[in-house]
Structures are given as structure tokens and as C-alpha cells.
């Protein structure tokens, strides 16, 4: 593996996220806070605890997950969108570069970056409530597994688009509405039968589910299920990229 080309784009796309440091950190920790505010002060002040966890702490992991699918589909996305956009993918292609090495940079900036917003949104967290994690290795393992399966995703978005509104389709139509309904700002088991049957075939709800019990011990479904469910999706998303680089999939045109 030519591990000095995947640095130099890995080190390329760091670079581009301190350039935008308004928008890829400051805005989304921004929108994170304004969530507190609103449903901590709103809903919590109705709803103080669930499952015997205040609100504000309750909510926390649902909001991390929010702003790291998000993000790494965006960052992902729009990496590999732009060298098309302009041309420059052709040349990328071209160079001595195997596909391989291209996915890892790419896919690796932008988890990079999902996972260091992850982790400021979890210290501003605590700002607001008092937070404890339970299990921290596990913790880790969900935020890196579902930042590298998320970004994988957005890079096979970028390579879809055609516009840069079809970048932004997916996340905002399809990933935060899933986001809000599969469990973020509540308790799946607080919906009536059929409605927790239906919002078990949201994908997100494992990822969420997971990760909250990484910080408080507790979940909707199990956490074999949540892992197995995120390493499903990372394999499918593994498969598809490699489709993608072996037929040429809107890259050669």
C-alpha cells in the first residue's frame, strides 16, 4: 500500500476542514446546544427521567448520533463529489493510486472529522447535564464503527450525484427524519405496540439504541442486534463501493 499517496490526501481533507472550521464544527455544535435548550427546557420539564435516567442525560447519545451520521455523510460525500465536479477525479484515477487507497484516505477524513465533532459535542454535553459513561471502550467502538460506515455511505452518495442538491437529498430527507424517529429524543418502548414494530425496520434505531448503552447500560433492543445491524450495513456498503470501482460507476463519464 503507497501509504504516503493516502496521506497526502487524508492530510488534504484535514486540511480543508480547518479551512471551513464555521461549518464543519462550530455550526453543528451550535445546533446541538440549541437542541438542549429547546428539549431540555421544553420536554424535559414535563418528561424528567426515562428508564430512571434524567431527560437531558437521556437525549445526549441520540444527538451525538444525530450530528455524526449527518456529518460523515456530508464530509464523505462532498470529498469526493468536488474532484468530480471539477474534473480532477480523472486525474486521481489516472495516478498510482489503487482504489483502495483512495477509499481509506477519503473515507478516513471524513470519520476523522465526525469522531472529533462526536467527542466535542460530548464535552459540551456535559456542560449542560451531568453525563456518565458506563462502558467506554464500547462507546468508542460505536462512535468510530458508525462514523467509518456512514462515511463509506456518503462516499457512494458523492459518487451518485449528479448536483449539489442531490448531495444534500439523502441526509436531510432520509437520514434526520429517520434520525428523529428511531429513538433520539425518546424511548421506543414508550410507543404504542404497533408503532414500536414498525419503528424497529428503521436501521437507526440500533445504532442509537447502542449507543446509549454504551453510556447508561440500557436499551431498546439488544446490543448484539445494534452491533450486528452496524456491521451488516458497513459490509453492504464495503460491497457497494467495490461495484462501484470495478464497473466505473459514473466516474468514467
Known amino acids: 500500500m503507497n501509504l504516503r499517496a493516502v496521506w497526502a ?8 476542514a480547518l479551512r471551513t472550521v464555521l461549518q464543519s464544527i462550530i455550526s453543528p455544535v451550535i445546533s446541538t446546544s440549541l437542541y438542549f435548550v429547546v428539549f431540555g427546557s421544553a420536554i424535559g420539564s414535563r418528561i424528567t427521567e426515562i428508564d430512571g435516567i ?8 441520540g444527538l451525538i448520533m444525530l450530528s455524526l451520521l449527518t456529518q460523515s455523510i456530508s464530509n464523505a460525500s462532498f470529498a469526493i463529489y468536488f474532484p468530480k465536479f471539477v474534473g480532477s477525479i ?6 498510482p493510486v489503487s482504489y483502495l487507497e483512495i477509499v481509506i484516505a477519503y473515507v478516513g477524513g471524513a470519520a476523522t472529522k465526525s469522531i472529533v465533532l462526536g467527542l466535542i459535542i460530548l464535552a459540551t454535553a456535559s456542560l449542560f447535564v451531568p453525563l456518565h459513561i458506563e462502558h467506554p471502550f464500547w462507546m468508542l467502538a460505536f462512535l468510530v464503527l458508525t462514523a467509518v460506515t456512514f462515511s463509506l455511505f456518503g462516499f457512494i452518495i458523492g459518487i451518485w450525484a449528479k448536483s449539489f442538491e442531490q448531495l444534500q437529498l439523502v441526509p436531510l430527507l432520509i437520514i434526520t427524519p429517520l434520525t428523529f424517529l428511531g429513538g433520539s429524543f425518546y424511548s421506543i418502548n414508550m410507543l404504542p405496540g404497533i408503532w414500536r414494530t414498525v419503528t424497529l425496520f428503521n ?15 440500557k436499551s431498546d433492543v439488544s446490543v448484539g442486534i445494534s452491533l450486528g445491524m452496524t456491521v451488516v450495513f458497513l459490509g453492504v456498503c464495503i460491497a457497494i463501493v467495490a461495484w462501484i470501482f470495478r464497473t466505473g460507476y459514473r466516474l468514467r463519464n
Open 54 to 61: 434524567s431527560y437531558g442525560a437521556f437525549i445526549v447519545p
Open 203 to 217: 436501521p437507526v434505531v440500533y445504532l442509537i439504541s447502542g449507543f446509549r448503552w454504551s453510556f447508561y447500560g
Open 9 to 16: 490526501i487524508y492530510r488534504v481533507e484535514m486540511a480543508r
Open 90 to 95: 480523472y486525474e486521481l484515477l489516472s495516478a
